[in-house]
């Protein structure tokens, strides 16, 4: 199983204290061997949080994968003033802390923007979060127009991580961050693209088809 390079420090944490806590147990018999069982646990969840699996799936330039893994919190139509100065629809997607965090790009283009917005952190299933929570927001010029994907951290993902630049290649379905430790996921995109998902829905990032433009 291939893990993202930014789990190998929670890993490798993970993996010393449940040592520490075997090797307590094991010189202090009067010790609960529960400490370390319970750590150990805890390392399996960490490793498997922090899981990049391949994710090959449909391609094309009139298709708007998946930006992440999680369940399609809304869909709706907004202003995005930002970046596509215009109407566009918006489709958020919330992570849980099971969902696999790592995020790839709906779309293929030349990243146009990078921009990161310190703020709360407020619950990312509420409305507001998109507004007022900490967030990276990533503008990418593709094949029919400008796109907007925007990380958000939650309640209790402190780190949000993007890694490319303005000017580098964006290819679709190949990652470009992650967030850590629960969180949500926004997408913006021309009204004219028909949204292929609804309310409620399961999506894999780089698998699930969440637009199509019109031929």
Known sequence: MRIAPEGWPFIGIGLALTLSLAVVSWAWPGWSLALPLVAAALTVWVVWFF???????????????????????????????????????RVSIFMNVF??????????????????NPGEFLTASLDKAS????????????PHGPVLVRQIAGLIARRIVTDVAPGDAAVQGERFGMIRFGSRVDLFFASAAAVKVQVGERVLAGQTILAEYPA
């Open 131 to 142: 507004l007022v929570n900490e967030q990276a927001s990533v503008g990418i010029v593709g």
């Open 99 to 116: 969902n696999v965090h790592v995020n790839r790009f709906p779309v293929s283009g030349e990243v146009d923007i990078v921009h990161y």
């Open 51 to 89: 899981r990049d699996p391949a994710r090959p799936g449909p391609r094309g330039d009139r298709m708007v994968v998946s930006p992440a893994d999680g369940r399609v919190l809304s869909v709706a139509a907004v202003d995005e003033e930002m970046y596509l100065h215009a109407r566009a629809t």
